[in-house]
């Protein structure tokens, strides 16, 4: 008997192909949820590392110079006491922590500059400094990385636009442009005016460098309870200065104090710095995104954010807090500036121990404003 045996191909349905794609699609997509939560945790990590090393820097600044790297140098006032171009001439605190984060050469390109008749750390307030720059120049002033937190995006450079970029509202002088920074200062502000509340912080001082013209406006100086304040003038030029401060004065200790935090810059401002987009609200303009150079003046605080602020002439408090990166913060008090990171539910912060927290975007405005401070003598847990 011949039996004769046919085969019959074997093959998928039509419906067993779609559910194994689905089957894929899925996996696949699990899978780069994954990888973007993996490369998002360790963007955090290097976020928090560069966090870490600005700490060691500020330790090394006061165990070099012997006190607290001041927050700029220059007071932003003129000789007579009176709002200037001078304003625009603060160095803020990053040229001075270059040289305890291995920047000694970038350092000394500030130290010894000279442009236009002016010296040293006064020559970047207009916007033909960095543009007399060859672009080899630019990059190199653009090349401290720890600077900048990766989870916002490659930023390293802003251009003030010559038109419309942020002006000095009395001069006009544009805001030079320069590397920005991801990371802000603690500003905690009693008001000069203010004659209800005693602070230790507000008498802190030495007269004899005080006094007189070369150093208008210290009253407004030691109404900062944060942990940088501007420098002693020697001369008003600003290039010859010291530290006003020592970690021994901050009476809350140094773990109980937050020094630097990321800055909430909205999404809309990200690598911007111009006045002319919302003019109508000065809050915004606070949240540009400009050179970290400068402290700027209040229209545009750059390298700061607001933890605390009492206005006493009318008695108000400011607590400005964590906001989500997509916020747009429109309070209509230019000082309430606030902390914020492109993290999710997270803002990392620099203590004063050099140790590094996250806090979540939910903490207490109220625990992070006494954290702001140095000396309200209280310890909070956070």
């Not at 001041?70 to 304003?87: K, L, M, N, V, Y």
């Not at 991801?182 to 500003?187: C, R, T």
């Not at 150079?293 to 008695?315: C, K, M, N, P, Q």
Request: aromatic share 10%.
């Amino acid at each position: 008997i011949i039996m004769k045996i046919t085969w019959k191909p074997f093959g998928f349905t039509l419906v067993e192909l779609l559910v194994v794609i689905a089957i894929i699609g899925v996996l696949i997509a699990l899978l780069l949820l994954a990888v973007q939560a993996a490369r998002e945790a360790a963007r955090r990590m290097q976020c928090t590392s560069h966090l870490k090393q600005i700490g060691l820097a500020v330790h090394n600044f006061h165990d070099t110079k012997k006190g607290v790297p001041p927050a700029c140098i220059g007071a932003g006032f003129g000789s007579t006491g009176s709002w200037d171009e001078t304003r625009w001439r603060r160095a803020s605190i990053w040229p001075l922590l270059y040289p305890h984060m291995e920047q000694q050469a970038l350092y000394e390109r500030y130290a010894n500059a000279s442009f236009d008749g002016k010296q040293g750390f006064n020559v970047w307030f207009t916007q033909p400094w960095w543009a007399s720059l060859t672009e080899a120049e630019q990059k190199e002033h653009t090349s401290v990385s720890i600077t900048i937190c990766p989870s916002r995006g490659k930023r390293v450079a802003i251009s003030a636009d010559p038109v419309t970029g942020l002006t000095d509202s009395t001069t006009g002088t544009h805001m030079v442009s320069g590397p920005v920074t991801d990371y802000a200062l603690v500003i905690a502000f009693n008001s000069a005016f203010n004659t209800t509340v005693a602070s230790h912080w507000q008498w802190i001082g030495k007269p004899e460098i005080d006094s007189g013209a070369n150093y208008a406006g210290i009253v407004n100086n030691n109404a900062q309870r944060g942990p940088f304040r501007m420098a002693h003038l020697t001369n008003h030029d600003g290039n010859t200065w010291m530290p006003q401060d020592e970690f021994s004065d901050f009476l809350d200790g140094l773990s109980n104090i937050v020094f630097f935090g990321e800055k909430h810059i909205p999404l809309e401002l990200v690598g911007k710095c111009v006045d002319n987009i919302w003019s109508s609200d000065t809050s915004i303009r606070n949240q540009v995104d400009c050179s970290m150079l400068l402290l700027s003046e209040s229209r545009a605080i750059t390298t700061a954010r607001v933890a605390y602020f009492y206005r006493g002439s009318d008695g108000t408090e400011h607590k400005p807090g964590i906001v989500p990166q997509n916020l747009i913060y429109t309070s209509i008090d230019v000082n309430s500036i606030p902390f914020g990171s492109a993290h999710t539910n997270i803002c990392n912060f620099l203590i004063g121990d050099g140790s590094v927290r996250g806090l979540p975007t939910t903490i207490s405005v109220d625990i992070l404003a006494k954290l702001g401070t140095v000396d309200d003598k209280t310890t909070v847990p956070f």
